[in-house]
């Protein structure tokens, strides 16, 4: 079998564009020792935070995190110092680990020293915590209780992000993204919230037409956004354990051309005849087929 050269093998995944060309609204912060001890649901939550401040603005927009968001070879000083400097909000997530970890401490520090007009330190309550008898209270953590918290104690043992969670982190992300807004010149803010432009669709016959907001469905369990556009989840509950989870996708009103063309190799006669299919109204679909 002849072997590709590396440099000619054809890459299963594009590159993407650099993290630096998306605006980071927030810096997420934390103790590493909470991210290990949850098996990564901390760095799901920041995920998920992220994709749901996305989806409310319609554009791409980044929830800075130290392990996620620092590319290869670059040095993660420089990196958390540029997040601290362009996030508006800083959202740490407060547990006994946090004002025990130095690298909280002097993020959280750096933040404060910034003093700018429309930042917003939006502590998380996440794991009960007495500052009250804490021999380690100090001015970051008055700092702290100053600011209005959101209270996600009730899902500290959480090993999954289920739906209450996903609710709160949507109404978290919302009040992020205003925050954000406000703080911003009007043109960023509006270049920022801009439709991406379309990708060109892989097959010439197919057109879209711009589809409007995607807003939660009565039924769905929770939606986000990812890379391949807009998703909703159902919830199938069962007499034990946690329920099932099935993912759908959004699909836009638009046309395309069903059938194939009469030239084409091995064409079945039931391929035809060619015809416009429309679509006028979106709708969700499964992504996993079901027998």
């Given at each position: 079998m002849k072997k590709i050269p590396p440099a000619n093998r054809p890459h299963a995944n594009p590159p993407v564009a650099?993290?630096?060309?998306v605006p980071t609204v927030a810096f997420f912060s934390y103790a590493r020792s909470d991210d290990e001890h949850t098996r990564g649901v901390v760095s799901a939550i920041r995920k998920e935070i992220e994709d749901a401040v996305s989806f409310h603005n319609g554009a791409r927009l980044t929830v800075f995190q130290d392990t996620e968001d620092i590319e290869g070879g670059e040095h993660w000083r420089k990196a958390l110092e540029k997040a601290l400097a362009e996030a508006t909000i800083f959202v740490p997530l407060i547990t006994p680990a946090f004002f025990n970890s130095e690298h909280c401490r002097d993020e959280l520090s750096r933040f404060l020293a910034r003093d700018d007009a429309g930042t917003l330190v939006l502590p998380i309550h996440f794991v009960d915590t007495d500052f009250a008898t804490s021999e380690a209270r100090d001015e970051l953590i008055a700092a702290i209780e100053e600011r209005q918290w959101l209270d996600w104690r009730r899902h500290q043992r959480q090993t999954r992000i289920n739906r209450l969670l996903r609710e709160d982190i949507h109404a978290a992300a919302q009040r992020i993204l205003k925050c954000w807004r406000a703080a911003r010149p009007t043109s960023e803010a509006q270049a920022a919230i801009a439709p991406a432009p379309r990708?060109?669709?892989?097959?010439?016959?197919?057109?879209?037409?711009?589809?409007p907001r995607i807003?939660?469905?009565?039924?769905?369990?929770?939606?986000?956004?990812?890379?391949?556009?807009?998703?909703?989840?159902?919830?199938v509950e069962r007499d034990k354990g946690e329920p099932v989870i099935q993912r759908l996708r959004w699909i836009p009103q638009g046309r395309f051309m069903m059938g194939s063309p009469d030239d084409e190799p091995e064409r079945l006669s039931w391929e035809g005849p060619r015809h416009t299919v429309t679509l006028p109204e979106g709708f969700w679909l499964f992504d996993t087929a079901c027998t």
């Open positions: 650099a993290a630096s060309a990708r060109r669709a892989s097959h010439p016959d197919h057109r879209e037409v711009p589809s807003t939660k469905p009565a039924w769905a369990y929770g939606i986000g956004d990812d890379r391949f556009g807009p998703w909703s989840e159902i919830a």
